[in-house]
């Protein structure tokens, strides 16, 4: 039975739909509705059709990643609340609504669950920066580790040889992007909603650059954008994968979730990171990604971490907009 107090209030309901909605997401595209379940403890997380990205995302699988992310921000938020978030991924199955559905009325069984991740829902930012040549420390890459393992998704943070396979595959991936007049449609079309990258007005950026993954081109044999040149980016990226071992609608969510919980820890230790997806964007270079040695297992997202300067901030969607009060 739900006692009155396990009611969540319309305060308690926008810091949830706030902290969701900071989650990052392909083209910021946020593609997201919260709707608190009828009883009101809890929360359904809800697939926005209408924020799809079709032609780079056809199988749905980014907008589950970036659902898993807004999911993980959505279990921060809610320890931070003093709520225990118990999570039921794909509670109707596949294909069917909502993603996930949160219940909150338990009391946090643990006092910090995650160790103190809720500030980083807010500083957490992407940095397309260039980064300084200093190692992220073993004990870091051991704790992403752990907490990737969680949510049941790989982590792996490649060596150079690794490194050096997965940006030629970015750089082949980014060439076969910029040729596809409608995937590049696409994307013009959500950047329009954003007037600048990283400080970078959208005007300035050279033809690559207009999907939002400037100066990731300086370690893939593009010419960087002029502003950024490529001697300042640091020699060798020091990037991760994490992959699955299914590649289905919930290892889409345990994905983002792994991938939000990784980069929120990484916030809080002071690091910066990216996404590089191109690679993955492409069913070929995607299933190259994968590191023979490590067996079978599907690729879902390259990340970038270093030490640099914050990432701009982004614009959101406004809570109002992303949290479904309609009755019924
Ligand atoms: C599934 C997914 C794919 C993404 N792909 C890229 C990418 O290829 N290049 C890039 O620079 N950022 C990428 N991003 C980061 C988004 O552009 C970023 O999260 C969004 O613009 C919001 O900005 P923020 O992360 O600073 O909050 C990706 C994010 C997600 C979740």
Redesign the pocket.
Known sequence: MITESAALTAADLHLLAEAGG???????SQPWRFRPTPDRSGLEVHADPARAVPAVDPDGR?MH??IG?ALFNLRVAAAHLGRDAAVRLLPAGEGAQPRAVVDLSAPVREKRPFGDLYPAVAA???S?QPFANRDVPEAFVAEFITAAQAEGVTFTMLEEHGVRRVLALTSEAEDRIAADAAREAETRSWLRL?PSVDGIPLAALGSHDR????P?RGFTGHPPHPSTPAERFEALPQLATLATHFDGQADWLRT?QA?ERVWLLATAHGLRA?????AVEIPDTRWRLRDPAEGPGHVQ?VLRVGYGPP?A??PRRPVEDVLDLREG
């Open positions: 900071r989650a990052p997401s392909l083209h910021n980014a990643i970036s992310a957490r930012r992407s397309r954003e999907d939002a993954r400037v990731m983002g991938l990216s996404v590089l997806h191109q997202l990432g901030a982004t």
